[in-house]
């Protein structure tokens, strides 16, 4: 079955027609400065384009600054600071406050803090872990850790990564957006994986001018 062929022109005409107006990309460009933190950068962008944030910008500054300590390992002061913040973001979400916990253990173990380790896990995750199957189930993972001289060889080695770290601070970066009734993830992103997915798509029907530079947006000519 031969595929339907769209010329270059034709495509540019059909997106001609398509109405996005300049106040629509810039309250998307500006949900994106807020969600992924740029305060500074969101400040000047709505001094020049008049696009208001929605948010008071010093409540990223302070979400930041929860999510770069969590990042640098300081668990009890990333807990601090969120509960100044707003305390019932941890008391209304238990899964998320057991994973500052789990970072909490990750970052003794990584410490070498063998003892308080265990003793940290005995009081304060593992009554959680009775209540709750798969917390017990990511403590013994992260307790599996002590048991291994050399961590390389433990098969849940990559909770000591960075890119642990990464996760638990995403994870409550979206909660205190959530708790600012504010979108947990920017619209940006989204909105990419919706058009790469609808290219794939009609790659199978047609031949188009396509994207697939997403840093550029350049269109290419079609492939026949």
Same mark, same amino acid.
């Given at each position: 079955? *031969?595929?339907?062929? =769209?010329?270059? %022109?034709?495509?540019?005409?059909?997106?001609?027609?398509?109405?996005?107006?300049?106040? %629509?990309?810039?309250?998307?460009?500006?949900?994106? /400065?807020?969600?992924?933190?740029?305060?500074?950068?969101?400040?000047?962008?709505?001094?020049? !384009?008049?696009?208001?944030?929605?948010?008071?910008?010093?409540?990223?500054?302070?979400?930041?600054?929860?999510? &770069?300590?969590?990042?640098?390992?300081?668990?009890?002061?990333?807990?601090?600071?969120?509960? %100044?913040?707003?305390?019932?973001?941890? %008391?209304?979400?238990?899964?998320?406050?057991?994973?500052?916990?789990?970072?909490?253990?990750?970052? #003794? =173990?990584? *410490?070498?803090? =063998?003892?308080?380790?265990?003793?940290?896990?005995?009081?304060?995750?593992?009554?959680?872990?009775?209540?709750? &199957? *798969?917390?017990?189930?990511?403590?013994?993972?992260?307790?599996? #850790?002590?048991?291994?001289?050399?961590? +390389?060889?433990?098969?849940?080695?990559?909770?000591?990564?960075? !890119?642990?770290? /990464?996760?638990?601070?995403?994870?409550?970066?979206?909660?205190?957006?959530? !708790?600012? *009734?504010?979108?947990?993830?920017?619209?940006?992103?989204?909105?990419? +994986?919706?058009?790469?997915?609808? &290219?794939?798509?009609?790659?199978?029907?047609?031949?188009?001018? +396509? =994207?697939?530079? #997403?840093?550029?947006?350049?269109?290419?000519?079609?492939?026949?």
């Amino acid at each position: 079955m *031969s595929k339907k062929v =769209i010329t270059r %022109d034709e495509w540019e005409r059909k997106l001609k027609d398509v109405k996005i107006t300049k106040e %629509d990309m810039n309250k998307l460009i500006m949900n994106f /400065l807020v969600t992924e933190g740029y305060v500074d950068t969101a400040e000047k962008f709505r001094i020049e !384009s008049g696009t208001e944030p929605g948010v008071d910008l010093a409540t990223i500054t302070d979400r930041m600054t929860v999510k &770069q300590a969590l990042q640098s390992g300081n668990v009890e002061d990333a807990i601090e600071k969120v509960n %100044d913040l707003n305390p019932t973001i941890l %008391d209304t979400n238990p899964q998320l406050y057991f994973h500052l916990q789990q970072q909490r253990l990750i970052e #003794l =173990i990584r *410490s070498g803090k =063998i003892e308080e380790a265990l003793e940290f896990a005995q009081e304060e995750l593992a009554p959680r872990g009775e209540e709750n &199957q *798969s917390f017990l189930e990511e403590l013994e993972k992260t307790v599996a #850790l002590l048991v291994f001289e050399d961590v +390389k060889n433990c098969p849940y080695g990559d909770l000591l990564d960075v !890119s642990q770290r /990464l996760k638990t601070a995403s994870e409550l970066n979206a909660a205190i957006l959530t !708790s600012q *009734s504010h979108e947990k993830d920017p619209k940006l992103p989204s909105l990419l +994986k919706k058009l790469i997915w609808t &290219q794939n798509q009609l790659d199978e029907k047609a031949a188009y001018p +396509k =994207i697939n530079n #997403l840093t550029t947006a350049a269109l290419d000519d079609p492939v026949v």
